[in-house]
């Protein structure tokens, strides 16, 4: 699961399509919306003691194409993994998109 920030002026499915590129080294095209959460499920306390609640926003693409690569700043290990082998520490603002694809999937 990617994510990171919108820079100023930019579309959504930009800023997922540049967080992939620069996260990843994946090319990604075809974005299809998934979803959204907010509230209390997004929830984060910063490293700074800030508290915010942040809204986050699903896509989905199978059309995909390069090389996983880390990029050893934002990421520190990249790999696909099954739904049964997912790991335990994804913050359940991602969760609500996994099992939301997992189950549409099957």
């Given at each position: 699961?990617?994510?990171?920030?919108?820079?100023?002026?930019?579309?959504?499915?930009?800023?997922a399509i540049r967080e992939t590129?620069?996260?990843?080294?994946?090319?990604?095209?075809?974005?299809?919306?998934?979803?959204?959460?907010?509230?209390?499920?997004?929830?984060?306390?910063?490293?700074?003691?800030?508290?915010?609640?942040?809204?986050?926003?699903g896509y989905i693409t199978k059309?995909?194409?390069?090389?996983?690569?880390?990029?050893?700043?934002?990421?520190?290990?990249?790999?696909?993994?099954?739904y049964e082998d997912l790991p335990?520490?994804?913050?359940?603002?991602?969760?609500?998109?996994?099992?939301?694809?997992?189950?549409?999937?099957?």
């Amino acid at each position: 699961m990617i994510g990171r920030i919108t820079e100023l002026g930019e579309a959504l499915e930009d800023t997922a399509i540049r967080e992939t590129k620069e996260e990843t080294g994946l090319d990604i095209k075809d974005l299809s919306l998934l979803g959204t959460t907010s509230g209390r499920k997004c929830y984060i306390q910063l490293p700074n003691l800030d508290k915010a609640y942040f809204i986050t926003i699903g896509y989905i693409t199978k059309n995909f194409s390069g090389e996983l690569k880390s990029d050893n700043l934002e990421t520190k290990e990249l790999r696909f993994f099954g739904y049964e082998d997912l790991p335990d520490n994804i913050p359940n603002s991602h969760r609500i998109f996994l099992d939301k694809y997992f189950s549409h999937k099957c």
